[in-house]
């Protein structure tokens, strides 16, 4: 065999050799190598409370999951179990095994305040009633307050804000918050009068109101308002808003305080002056013209006692004045004048009140 011959079979089994090689490390007849993957299960308890993300899945080995537990309306994420124990709401999980975990939620705690109620002299609140009240955060609560006979239900007051209608004795409020809320309530009286002089030289009036006529009218108070006068025998008890006032019906008109701009004066006057004496006065400053257009300057009334045992003290009463313990020099006075004409005359009426109630 010739030196040539011999050395390309040598290079030929070499070559033979490392492909064998190359097969035997290879193995190129298995295909590739497969991967490991793992499965990653979720629930919820109880069911219906909160959700899972993601909700599960196969995942290679290796693999780090990062999974969320969402709690619905009403409840809070309480902690993992199953093969996770952890108490936070995210955690990553590396999928090396088999995994299935469980999200458990509780009810989320229902905030709760209290509801305090009271009412002012001449009425209470029947529902729900006076007192401390204790509800969850949210709830409508019903509202009704009732006044007592004499007595006008006025508004709320306090912690108003989420009250339907202040202004309305019927009304709701949602509760929000720690709420301490009032009813309050003013006293009305009714008066009877008769008319016993008509001043009306430019005949303001038509000739609408004549002596003799009877007149009605109803007067409103607060009474918790304050005294503004500093003397010990005099009690000024000036209002500034509506309902209090005075409306008289005569003759088909209507004096009435302005309950957009009410001024309205009581003065409980006791055992004043050098000769002591008792008065009892209302006067309503700001009114609504006539139907006619006629200004009202005045609406007043006036009782006198020069006895002074009309009345034991100066503070505002509750009650209507008992009129035969009262002399009506002044009576129930309506003045005003014609608005084109300021200079010309006014006109003017006196009543003797009959009765109160």
Do not use: K
């Given at each position: 065999m010739s030196r040539n011959k011999l050395a390309g079979i040598i290079v030929v089994c070499t070559i033979v050799i490392v492909v064998a090689i190359v097969l035997v490390v290879l193995k190129p007849w298995e295909g590739p190598a497969?991967?490991?993957?793992?499965?990653?299960?979720?629930a919820v308890n109880p069911?219906?409370?909160?959700?899972?993300?993601?909700?599960g899945g196969q995942y290679e080995s290796g693999v780090q999951v990062t999974v969320t537990a969402t709690p619905?309306?009403?409840?809070?994420?309480?902690?993992?179990?199953?093969?996770a124990s952890e108490t936070s709401p995210t955690i990553s999980i590396?999928?090396?095994?088999?995994?299935?975990?469980?999200?458990?939620f509780a009810a989320a705690p229902v905030d709760r305040h209290d509801l305090t109620i009271s009412s002012t002299e001449g009425g209470s609140v029947t529902i729900p009633?006076?007192?401390?009240?204790?509800?969850?955060?949210?709830?409508?609560?019903?509202?009704?307050?009732?006044?007592?006979?004499?007595?006008?239900?006025?508004?709320?007051?306090?912690?108003?804000?989420?009250?339907?209608?202040?202004?309305?004795?019927?009304t709701t409020v949602t509760i929000n918050g720690e709420y301490t809320?009032?009813?309050?309530?003013?006293?009305?009286?009714?008066?009877?009068?008769?008319?016993?002089?008509?001043?009306?030289?430019?005949?303001?009036?038509?000739?609408?109101?004549?002596?003799?006529?009877?007149?009605?009218?109803?007067?409103?108070?607060?009474?918790?308002?304050?005294?503004?006068?500093?003397?010990?025998?005099?009690?000024?008890?000036?209002?500034?808003?509506?309902?209090?006032?005075i409306t008289v019906n005569a003759g088909g008109f209507v004096f009435q305080t302005d309950p957009g701009n009410v001024d309205f004066l009581v003065?409980?006057?006791n055992d004043h002056g050098t000769t002591a004496r008792d008065n009892y006065l209302l006067r309503s400053y700001n009114n609504l013209p006539l139907a006619n257009g006629a200004l009202v300057e005045h609406i007043a009334w006036q009782l006198d006692d020069p006895t002074a045992t009309a009345i034991s003290s100066e503070a505002l009463p509750t009650t209507p004045p008992i009129l035969t313990h009262?002399?009506?020099?002044?009576?129930?006075?309506?003045?005003?004048?014609?608005?084109?004409?300021?200079m010309g005359s006014d006109y003017f009426v006196r009543a003797h009140v009959t009765a109160v109630e």
């Open positions: 497969s991967t490991q993957t793992y499965t990653l299960t979720t069911p219906g409370t909160g959700s899972v993300s993601p909700s619905a309306s009403g409840y809070t994420f309480d902690y993992w179990s199953g093969s590396t999928m090396n095994d088999d995994y299935s975990i469980t999200a458990n009633g006076e007192g401390t009240f204790t509800y969850d955060a949210g709830t409508v609560v019903d509202l009704v307050a009732e006044a007592e006979e004499g007595y006008q239900f006025v508004n709320w007051t306090g912690d108003v804000g989420t009250i339907d209608d202040v202004n309305d004795a019927t809320i009032t009813a309050n309530f003013v006293v009305t009286i009714n008066i009877t009068a008769q008319v016993e002089t008509v001043d009306d030289p430019d005949n303001i009036l038509g000739g609408a109101i004549n002596v003799g006529d009877i007149i009605t009218g109803t007067y409103t108070y607060n009474p918790a308002t304050t005294d503004s006068n500093a003397l010990p025998t005099v009690g000024d008890y000036r209002h500034t808003s509506s309902p209090c006032g003065e409980i006057v009262w002399e009506s020099t002044f009576g129930l006075t309506l003045r005003g004048h014609d608005p084109d004409d300021p």
